[in-house]
């Protein structure tokens, strides 16, 4: 053996550096495995509290810890895996019907929870301080790390813009301010009809019937500043009523439906599957101005099995609208299609609505 051969020589040299990465890697195969046992734990006792049947053996849960381990660093508070695992789990998966039906990748969902909640354990790919007495040099990511939170704060603030109906130059959609036309509507809820002539209140219910259907379905701020103009304006002409003879009242279309909040009670009916027993839906249907425009309060009176397919079908799927979307931006319920893998329940909603209307109907 030759003592001088260069890879002997370099061992003494080199043995902190083998030592420190030795334990970074233990450290990872620490967090793989606390993540992957919280995860199947998480989902075995959700499945346990809510007497669902066991879905652990499908391994989905081991694949979700896995994913979400192999995204945080090794040096990570050990807590934090199992509180992502949670949130993955139990309000990503579970909460929304389970495999199969959340609406986002779990565990990338898990991931950004603990991004934003911790960006700085979660961008920290620096060696930890148990390792810096035999490690010398400590690598990080500072530059690549704020580029990924501020990317997170962007897709956030996306997010938000297309939630109020923004979106940039390129898709040439302006945000719409509703204020004006929101604010002359809650003055006209606050008057008394009967204190007023018959003609010069008629003229104003039609106006504020028209400002509901723009703040409703306008696409262009021209068309809520008109509404709210003319409502302001048929306002303004109003004239008190001094009790006498009045001119009979202009030829006003009379609605089809009463205003108001339906409750109803509807039989969901199982198809030719029999995947499950009929059981009553209830629901809370708001009209006004002969359209739908709220359905609320919705629950049936069967077992637990079924709240996965009432969610789906008011929730819809990646690829369709839930019903209860459909409806109210159509206002009524021509054309309303059914969801998949809840096809039933998507026709309950849709009969309850039908009962609503008949109900509402005028003699």
């Not at 690549?144 to 704060?153: F, R």
């Not at 956030?156 to 813009?161: H, Q, V």
């Not at 202009?250 to 609605?255: A, L, R």
Request: proline fraction near 3%; include cysteine; charge should be negative.
């Amino acid at each position: 053996m030759h003592f001088w051969n260069p890879k002997i020589l370099r061992m003494p040299y080199e043995m902190p550096y083998r030592l420190g990465e030795i334990r970074i890697r233990l450290g990872l195969l620490q967090v793989v495995v606390i993540t992957v046992a919280s995860s199947v734990f998480f989902e075995w006792i959700y499945d346990k509290l809510m007497h669902k049947k066991n879905t652990i053996t499908d391994f989905s849960a081991v694949v979700t810890g896995l994913l979400l381990a192999l995204n945080m660093p090794a040096s990570i508070p050990l807590w934090m895996p199992v509180l992502g695992s949670a949130f993955a789990i139990i309000v990503v998966k579970q909460l929304f019907g389970g495999l199969g039906q959340n609406f986002m990748n779990p565990a990338l969902a898990g991931r950004c929870f603990l991004m934003i909640s911790f960006a700085g354990k979660m961008t920290d790919f620096a060696v930890s301080d148990s390792f810096r007495g035999v490690v010398d040099t400590v690598s990080g990511a500072t530059y690549s790390s704020k580029g990924l939170i501020q990317a997170v704060k962007n897709a956030l603030e996306e997010a938000r813009r297309v939630t109020n109906g923004e979106t940039d130059d390129d898709n040439n959609v302006v945000q719409l301010n509703t204020e004006e036309v929101e604010k002359a509507i809650d003055a006209v809820n606050e008057l008394n009809g009967s204190d007023y002539t018959s003609a010069s209140w008629a003229v104003v219910k039609v106006r504020l019937k028209d400002a509901r259907k723009a703040l409703k379905n306008a696409t262009e701020q021209t068309q809520l500043d008109e509404a709210a103009a003319e409502l302001n304006q048929a306002v303004k002409e109003l004239r008190i009523s001094d009790g006498s003879n009045e001119a009979p009242e202009p030829d006003v279309p009379e609605s089809t439906y009463i205003d108001g909040e339906y409750p109803v009670t509807v039989l969901c009916l199982p198809d030719e599957d029999m995947d499950f027993v009929a059981y009553n839906l209830f629901s809370t249907v708001t009209i006004r101005d002969d359209e739908i425009v709220g359905i609320t309060n919705i629950y049936g009176d069967g077992g637990s099995d079924n709240d996965s397919y009432i969610r789906r079908a008011i929730n819809g799927t990646s690829s369709k609208a839930g019903v209860v979307d459909q409806i109210i931006k159509k206002g009524n319920l021509d054309g309303i299609d059914t969801v998949s893998r809840a096809t039933c329940t998507s026709q309950a909603i849709i009969d309850a609505c039908q009962q609503a209307l008949n109900n509402a109907k005028r003699q």
